[in-house]
């Protein structure tokens, strides 16, 4: 069966990996032909083209706004939208025989032109639920309700994005994210580790961004005592928009925190430092899945996350503990226990890869979908 997938124009972070991996993955049964399209030229398709998978780039937008756009923004892009969506929907004419596609799956819940062609040919459509409209709205007000009413099968990435869009009337089925484990390097104890016992270091792997809450974990440090402190160490990864970044810059000046806390930056090569860390830290205030947790455990890091969106689904007493997403002061008592008891650690060291793996494999996560598919081709 040949499945026509849309993805958005992210090929570095958790949507555009996840969609990729997925595709990778499906492309290896024999009754399966993705064809994928972009927005733009990206990695993606530098992967599809080496990798022999057929690939479009053509300039489409997702129909969203953000909740404070002004009046005149919101008028300019509506109209822009409405123009490049227009033109995508006569050149992918040219480029796909819609006769022979199966199902048409859409990526991301801001892309609306997978619904218009699956309308359009009555084909499937299969529709991945992997972010919430909690900081952005649709265009269209009566979205949801369109969404509701047509001919799709939704996918949500964690039961709490499937919980929150059922508030709005769209019913999905939970399908966790896959993970590639081999694509994460993993030892159980090294000597490196043995020799740095005296020092725990932990890594934020998320993003430098306000929702990610990446501040809580230097007020909580910054509550440490001075003999605590020194037993730590902490990177965090990602990039940052110019402000908030001298913020936390000033934030870690303003607690003395300079020794032990550095900003690393975005690394494409996150996968295989992990393993240099102890602790990973998922401080989202509502992570709909969180791929980094995932690639802590599969790394075997002890993980610390928000008791908060999908965190408390993916993460047990075997993989790491959960704290408060408004209480620096239990995440620096979890710091506490942690550097106090270093076992724990090891612990999870040993036990957290099996089970993510378990869970949370690309594999699985294609053979769910896979699944799905048949199911809905047969209904």
Same mark, same amino acid.
């Given at each position: 069966?040949?499945? *026509?997938f849309?993805?958005?124009?992210?090929?570095?972070?958790?949507?555009?990996?996840?969609s990729?991996?997925? +595709?990778?993955?499906?492309?290896?049964?024999e009754?399966?032909?993705?064809?994928?399209?972009? #927005?733009?030229?990206?990695?993606?398709?530098?992967?599809?083209n080496d990798n022999?998978?057929?690939?479009?780039?053509? #300039?489409?937008?997702?129909?969203?706004l953000?909740?404070?756009?002004?009046?005149?923004?919101?008028?300019?892009?509506?109209?822009?939208?409405?123009?490049?969506?227009?033109?995508?929907?006569?050149?992918?004419?040219?480029?796909?025989?819609?006769?022979?596609?199966?199902?048409?799956?859409?990526?991301?819940?801001?892309?609306?032109?997978?619904?218009?062609?699956?309308?359009?040919?009555?084909?499937?459509?299969?529709?991945?639920?992997?972010?919430?409209p909690?900081?952005w709205?649709?265009?269209?007000?009566?979205?949801f309700?369109?969404?509701?009413?047509?001919?799709?099968?939704?996918?949500?990435?964690?039961?709490?994005?499937?919980?929150?869009?059922?508030q709005?009337?769209?019913?999905?089925?939970?399908?966790y994210?896959?993970?590639?484990?081999?694509? !994460?390097?993993?030892?159980?104890?090294?000597?490196?580790?043995?020799?740095?016992?005296?020092?725990?270091?932990? +890594?934020?792997?998320?993003?430098?961004?306000?929702?990610?809450?990446?501040e809580i974990?230097?007020?909580?440090?910054?509550?440490?005592?001075?003999?605590?402190?020194?037993?730590?160490?902490?990177?965090?990864y990602?990039?940052?928009?110019?402000?908030?970044?001298h913020?936390?810059?000033?934030?870690?000046?303003?607690?003395?925190?300079?020794e032990?806390?550095?900003?690393?930056?975005?690394?494409?090569? !996150?996968?295989?430092?992990?393993?240099?860390?102890d602790?990973?830290?998922?401080?989202?205030?509502s992570? #709909?899945?969180?791929? !980094?947790?995932?690639?802590?455990m599969?790394?075997?890091?002890?993980?610390?996350?928000?008791?908060?969106?999908?965190?408390?689904? *993916?993460?047990?007493?075997?993989?790491?503990? *959960?704290f408060?997403?408004n209480?620096?002061?239990?995440?620096?008592?979890e710091i506490?226990?942690? !550097?106090?008891?270093p076992?724990?650690?090891?612990?999870?060291?040993?036990?957290?890869?099996?089970?993510?793996?378990?869970?949370?494999?690309?594999?699985k996560?294609?053979?769910?979908?896979?699944?799905?598919?048949?199911?809905?081709?047969?209904?």
């Open positions: 069966m040949k499945i *026509l849309l993805f958005n124009n992210d090929d570095r972070y958790g949507a555009g990996k996840s990729l991996k997925l +595709v990778e993955e499906l492309n290896k049964y009754d399966v032909q993705p064809i994928v399209v972009t #927005p733009f030229k990206n990695r993606n398709n530098k992967f599809c022999g998978i057929e690939n479009y780039s053509i #300039p489409y937008f997702e129909e969203t953000g909740n404070n756009t002004n009046f005149f923004k919101k008028s300019v892009k509506k109209l822009v939208s409405r123009i490049v969506n227009g033109v995508f929907l006569l050149k992918i004419d040219n480029k796909i025989n819609f006769n022979e596609i199966d199902i048409i799956h859409t990526c991301v819940a801001g892309n609306l032109n997978g619904q218009r062609l699956s309308e359009k040919y009555n084909i499937r459509h299969v529709w991945h639920l992997r972010d919430l909690i900081t709205k649709y265009f269209n007000d009566r979205q309700e369109k969404m509701g009413k047509s001919n799709t099968t939704f996918i949500s990435i964690s039961n709490y994005v499937n919980d929150y869009w059922k709005l009337g769209i019913s999905s089925q939970t399908v994210n896959g993970i590639d484990p081999s694509t !994460i390097k993993y030892t159980k104890n090294t000597k490196q580790q043995d020799k740095r016992k005296e020092i725990i270091n932990i +890594v934020f792997g998320s993003g430098l961004v306000e929702h990610k809450n990446p974990i230097i007020r909580a440090v910054a509550n440490l005592s001075i003999e605590l402190r020194r037993k730590l160490h902490i990177d965090f990602g990039s940052a928009k110019k402000k908030y970044a913020y936390l810059t000033a934030m870690v000046k303003e607690n003395n925190l300079e032990i806390i550095d900003f690393k930056g975005y690394s494409e090569d !996150i996968n295989n430092l992990l393993t240099d860390y602790i990973g830290i998922m401080s989202s205030f992570e #709909p899945f969180g791929r !980094i947790t995932i690639e802590y599969l790394a075997g890091l002890y993980v610390l996350g928000s008791n908060t969106g999908a965190n408390p689904e *993916l993460i047990d007493q075997n993989s790491g503990r *959960l408060d997403i209480s620096p002061n239990q995440l620096k008592e506490t226990f942690l !550097i106090t008891h076992n724990e650690i090891k612990r999870s060291r040993k036990i957290s890869r099996p089970e993510a793996i378990a869970r949370f494999s690309s594999d996560n294609a053979k769910e979908i896979h699944n799905l598919y048949f199911k809905n081709l047969a209904n």
